[in-house]
């Protein structure tokens, strides 16, 4: 079978079984990106619209990010606590509001602090959108469904990068008024079509005991393992916003024009609307280890090789190198990121890694616009090289010690579906490298949360069961000890055939026997 033909049958299964939900969250992702223009083309519009220095852009650019990192853990405590979709639509008409806004200013001070406001209010919608999106899609599906979503963002970025480079070189402001109106339409659509999918901690009338152990941004800053993934993404961003910052500025030193630059990082967003549904079909069980050293050392290398840029082709092959460690980065990275937060913290977990973007959008313009001023781009770009040398042996030596981070094993999940009287049930269990059997659908166990460990009542789909948690459950959503999907585990070891689940969609009370596992049905498993 030709390669053609291969990515021909793949691509109807990379849009399929996904949820209506999901589809709408989609596209508002892509409307939003469509107006995607002012954080793009901000360092040209300052430098070659108003006249200011590199320096002076790059200090805009890091009030941007400072702005983002205030928004980032502000809207992370505001998604658990109000809502994914309260926190999307204060966010989305905040953007809107402070965008058109800064198209507006021009004295020098005034367009700094608008440029802050504008970051803290873009920012605030990451941490909700991606919540919502670990809420709605099943764990199985996840990987795919942020590839999917990662391509929206690019659809709308190769598009609005290309029309911005033309249209600015008629007039920044009709930039600044378009962004602010797609933002609106993007609000338009999460307030008309998107519900709230936060799940409840716990039903009313339950028992102290069953809710989870409470959660604040400390206790995230406490989670090593996942700062440490934080800390390595925070490498990366700052690699990946030198195409913003300092690749424009570079270019322009060389004599390019902002339509130039509209044309080489347009192929950053057409790389990915072309590729990255095929190489997410070809990575989705492979090694996340090796994902993350290969796309760190591609992303690092991509932009070392920008020191020989001369012309436009030139480039654009940089681009389309550090662009395929960004295609193959972003799913991988954000099942990590979703593996490692407790379903009723999401919002705080996901806001500490938006945090990473935030800072390297602060950081990176001081960097890249003080290091080009000074030292001139060659010194700049050596230093991108060695960041990713950095990154790659910083996940190499943290994914070591993660079980699960080997070539993933293909898997199957479980679907309730009603059949007469009888509820039926299949599942498989998937095992990850060095990791025990996990009850949770379509997940592998991480033997090591403490977070998890000794959890009495409870355990959400997505979340992962330790195999000292006693009386847990496993359902679609929060769903307590013999309701609708649940199934109750007392004591009962994770590692025990025929773990028991129920995914919300079917009656499996507790006590009720059902076909071992690897059959039709699950089966209730007291401690061995």
Not at 336 to 365: D, I
Not at 459 to 467: L, M, N, S
Request: proline share 5%; net charge neutral.
């Amino acid at each position: 079978m030709s390669a053609a033909s291969r990515l021909t049958r793949a691509l109807p299964a990379s849009f399929s079984g996904l949820p209506a939900q999901f589809w709408w969250l989609w596209t508002s992702t892509l409307v939003n990106r469509l107006g995607g223009f002012v954080a793009t083309f901000l360092a040209l519009y300052l430098t070659v619209e108003r006249g200011y220095s590199a320096s002076y852009a790059g200090l805009v650019g890091a009030l941007y990010g400072l702005g983002g990192v205030v928004g980032s853990l502000g809207a992370g405590v505001l998604t658990d606590r109000a809502g994914r979709r309260p926190t999307m639509l204060v966010s989305q008409l905040a953007t809107a509001v402070s965008v058109a806004t800064l198209g507006f200013m021009t004295h020098p001070v005034a367009i700094a602090a608008v440029a802050a406001a504008v970051g803290a209010a873009a920012s605030a919608s990451r941490p909700a959108v991606q919540a919502m999106m670990a809420d709605i899609v099943a764990p199985e599906d996840r990987t795919r469904a942020f590839a999917l979503n990662y391509w929206a963002i690019n659809i709308g970025f190769a598009v609005s990068s290309t029309a911005a480079g033309l249209i600015a070189e008629h007039g920044y402001l009709t930039l600044f008024l378009g962004e602010a109106t797609l933002v609106l339409v993007c609000a338009l659509v999460v307030f008309r079509k998107l519900p709230e999918s936060r799940p409840l901690v716990a039903e009313p009338g339950a028992e102290a005991r069953e809710a989870p152990a409470p959660v604040s941004m400390l206790t995230v800053a406490r989670d090593g393992r996942f700062m440490t993934v934080v800390s390595l993404n925070l490498l990366l961003a700052l690699l990946f916003q030198q195409a913003y910052v300092s690749l424009p500025v570079s270019m322009g030193r060389d004599g390019f024009g902002s339509g130039d630059f509209g044309l080489v990082i347009a192929v950053n967003g057409a790389l990915i609307v072309l590729l990255q549904i095929p190489v997410t079909r070809f990575i989705e069980h492979r090694s996340p280890a090796m994902l993350l050293i290969g796309s760190a050392l591609l992303a690092g290398y991509g932009f070392g090789l920008t020191a020989v840029g001369g012309s436009v082709a030139v480039y654009a092959v940089t681009v389309a190198v550090w662009t395929l460690g960004e295609i193959i980065n972003s799913p991988t990275q954000m099942g990590l990121v979703v593996r490692l937060s407790p379903t009723h913290a999401r919002g705080r977990y996901q806001g500490m890694y938006s945090l990473s973007w935030s800072v390297a959008s602060l950081t990176a313009p001081l960097v890249g616009g003080t290091v080009i001023d000074r030292y001139g781009p060659d010194l700049l770009w050596a230093g991108c090289a060695v960041v990713g040398t950095v990154a790659a042996v910083g996940y190499a030596l943290l994914l070591r010690r993660l079980p699960g981070t080997g070539a993933s094993q293909p898997q199957r999940t479980l679907r309730v579906v009603k059949v007469g009287r009888e509820d039926r049930a299949r599942m498989s269990v998937q095992l990850g490298a060095g990791a025990q059997r996990s009850a949770e659908v379509g997940g592998v166990d991480l033997p090591e949360r403490p977070d998890l460990a000794d959890r009495d009542g409870r355990a959400v789909r997505g979340d992962v069961v330790e195999p000292y948690a006693t009386g847990a459950v496993v359902g679609d959503g929060d769903v307590p000890v013999g309701e609708a999907g649940a199934v109750e585990r007392p004591g009962a070891a994770v590692a025990a055939v025929g773990a028991v689940v129920g995914d919300g969609d079917g009656r499996t009370d507790v006590g009720e026997r059902k076909p071992a596992v690897g059959v039709e049905g699950a089966h209730r498993h007291p401690a061995p």
